[in-house]
């Protein structure tokens, strides 16, 4: 008697085997049920995390076969563990340079108007701006501009970037940036009140930031539409900052401004 398999499906039915892909953040993959594309930015036990190229997030269990990698079917596996994976770029977006050493500083400086200000472009350009040797100063208020200039006496070769908040056409911030006329050095501004408008609502959980009326104090107003605590800005604002992980928590009105100044003090 002849002896037949159980299984009597054709074997050009039959699923195919798949590779295993281990996803590592920053691999880019599909999910063919819903057509979402993303890079991985998280892999934990049963669930992968995508992000595609608007900033939004979806969530989605590891499965056999459960996305495309370059339009061909994969099974998504957990990376080994070996600690925690070297990110390909800054937070800025750049791409990292490992093992690089902050570079001898220029003679060329951007000065930073407010403690906050400067607190955040360190955070989130720190590393690029360590690699291209350019010191952030803080600047205490912009009424200082025009003596801070003439002390620096920018030229070719110490090219002076300057940030400020609240740069609106006819504020008296923009009288005093108007004020600078060197060709080596660059007053640029976001049109925000206060830097903590330039981090995106969506960081931090709010739907927008709440209008404060004219005359109130920015802060102290904010706070206290959104419950915070409002006797204590400074702790508020270490608790946005945490919040902040990348640019991508940012406005491009502020990213604009910074890329800017970095590549004129470094051109």
């Known amino acids: 008697m002849r002896q037949y398999s159980a299984d009597l499906t054709p074997s050009w039915k039959k699923p195919q085997p798949v590779p295993e892909v281990a996803a ?7 999910e063919p049920g819903s057509g979402f594309c993303g890079a991985v930015i998280r892999c934990e036990a049963g669930t992968v995390t995508l992000e595609d190229r608007f900033g939004k997030h979806r969530v989605f269990p590891l499965e056999p076969r459960g996305f495309l990698l370059e339009g061909r079917p994969v099974t998504l596996v957990r990376p080994a563990s070996g600690g925690p994976a070297r990110p390909a770029r800054t937070a800025s977006g750049s791409v990292a340079v490992p093992g690089a050493r902050a570079r001898v500083a220029r003679a060329g400086r951007i000065y930073v108007e407010g403690r906050h200000d400067a607190e955040l472009v360190e955070k989130v350009w720190g590393d690029d701006l360590r690699v291209e040797g350019v010191v952030v100063e803080y600047l205490e208020g912009v009424d200082d501009l025009p003596s801070v200039v003439e002390e620096f006496a920018p030229g ?5 970037g300057v940030l400020v908040d609240h740069l609106v056409p006819g504020t008296k911030e923009w009288r ?3 004020s600078v006329t ?5 007053v640029v501004g976001h049109p925000y009140i206060d830097v903590w408008e330039a981090v995106k609502p ?8 709440p209008r404060v009326p004219h005359g109130q104090d920015w ?15 400074g702790a508020v604002w270490q608790a946005i900052l945490a919040r902040v992980g990348s640019y991508k ?9 910074v890329e800017e100044l970095i590549d004129f003090v470094t051109g």
């Open 24 to 30: 590592e953040p920053g691999l880019v993959v599909e």
């Open 156 to 160: 070719p070769d110490a090219r002076l």
């Open 176 to 178: 005093i940036a108007q």
């Open 182 to 186: 060197s060709e080596h050095a660059l």
């Open 202 to 209: 969506s960081a931090l959980g709010i739907e927008a930031w």
């Open 219 to 233: 802060k102290t107003g904010v706070c206290r539409a959104l419950g915070w605590p409002s006797d204590n800005t």
């Open 249 to 257: 928590d940012l406005e491009p009105e502020l990213l604009g401004r």
